[in-house]
């Protein structure tokens, strides 16, 4: 069964601090690793898409990375507007989109 | 404009009344997805469609059912909701199975 595991489950900065986000998965054949953004009470909001190890993708502050194991999400000099839950998604062989907790980030200004 | 809408963005039932919630896409994807999220919970998949192929997940209760009438509309039934059935229900939709999938604003169904 395809498994997700991200951490920290929270984490809170200092405005202008960066930090990494990390996503662990064990799937039979990725087919592809997915970042997502929800806000509180709101859809999640389709970050990256990574399809093989050693791919990265950029956008703004953040930046995504992908290894067999692992992915991680980069946050560079981050501001308050970007709290929110990030959620970390994969398919496997399975063919299902499989999701992990998610870490919940806050940014203090 | 959103590609997924959601109706309607909160619900609010009587303990075994069914009820049912409705999604629809402007892209013509051909899956559409159903996820149940719980406060601080990861998104959990109830059904998916690849275009009219059904696929229900061992683990959705038999109270839920879903129809997919078109490509563009899809539809979840609860039929007899419990107190443990209140949720943030997400539906979303995708080119393929392995490619990124997009979601709508949810629904909040609170069942009282």
């Known amino acids: 069964e395809d498994q997700v595991t991200q951490s920290p489950e929270a984490l809170r900065l200092q405005e202008g601090e960066s930090s990494s986000l990390n996503c662990s998965y064990t799937v039979s054949g990725l087919r592809g690793l997915f970042w997502y953004r929800q806000d509180p009470g709101k859809g999640p909001e389709f970050l990256f898409t990574?399809?093989?190890a050693g791919e990265e993708k950029e956008k703004e502050r953040l930046k995504a990375t992908l290894t067999k194991k692992e992915s991680f999400l980069h946050i560079t000099a981050p501001k308050p507007e970007d709290s929110a839950t990030y959620l970390c998604?994969?398919?496997?062989?399975?063919?299902?989109?499989?999701f992990g907790q998610g870490t919940r980030l806050t940014i203090n200004p | 404009d959103a590609m997924v809408i959601q109706n309607p963005r909160y619900q609010v039932t009587q303990f075994g009344k069914p009820v049912t919630l409705s999604c629809s896409q402007t892209?013509?994807?051909?899956?559409m997805y159903w996820y149940q999220q719980k406060s601080s919970q990861a998104p959990k998949l109830l059904f998916h469609?690849?275009?009219?192929?059904?696929?229900n997940e061992a683990d959705t209760p038999d109270n839920f059912q879903s129809r997919r009438p078109n490509t563009s509309f899809c539809f979840l039934d609860i039929r007899s909701p419990g107190l443990g059935d209140a949720a943030m229900y997400l539906c979303a939709i995708g080119r393929k199975l392995d490619t990124e999938a997009f979601f709508g604003q949810g629904t909040r169904l609170t069942v009282v």
């Open positions: 998604a994969v398919v496997g062989g399975a063919q299902k989109l499989v």
């Open positions: 469609y690849y275009d009219k192929d059904f696929n």
């Open positions: 990574l399809y093989s």
């Open positions: 892209l013509n994807h051909n899956v």
